[in-house]
């Protein structure tokens, strides 16, 4: 499966009204609390939204940079 997810760091590129958003979730409870953030996040913003969940992407995927920035933790 191809992805689009991520940017490509190699290019230098600003957010702009082209831009897309990209968040990977970790740890969600199922499909409910999924497509509850889901809907939550494209009430917030009228950017084009990929949300996936890292859990469904194998480890061996190389086309996924794991190295992601983590902006917030459940306590």
């Known amino acids: 499966m191809e992805s689009d997810f991520g940017v490509d760091l190699d290019c230098v590129r600003t957010f702009s009204e082209i ?3 990209d ?3 970790e740890g969600l409870s199922g499909p409910e609390e999924y497509f ?3 809907g939550d996040a494209m009430f917030m913003t009228s950017f084009p939204l990929d949300i996936i969940e890292l859990e469904m992407i194998p480890s061996d995927n190389d086309k996924f ?9 459940r306590k």
């Open 19 to 21: 831009s897309d958003i």
């Open 23 to 25: 968040i990977a979730l």
């Open 36 to 38: 509850a953030i889901l």
């Open 65 to 73: 940079d794991r190295g992601l920035s983590i902006i917030y933790t």
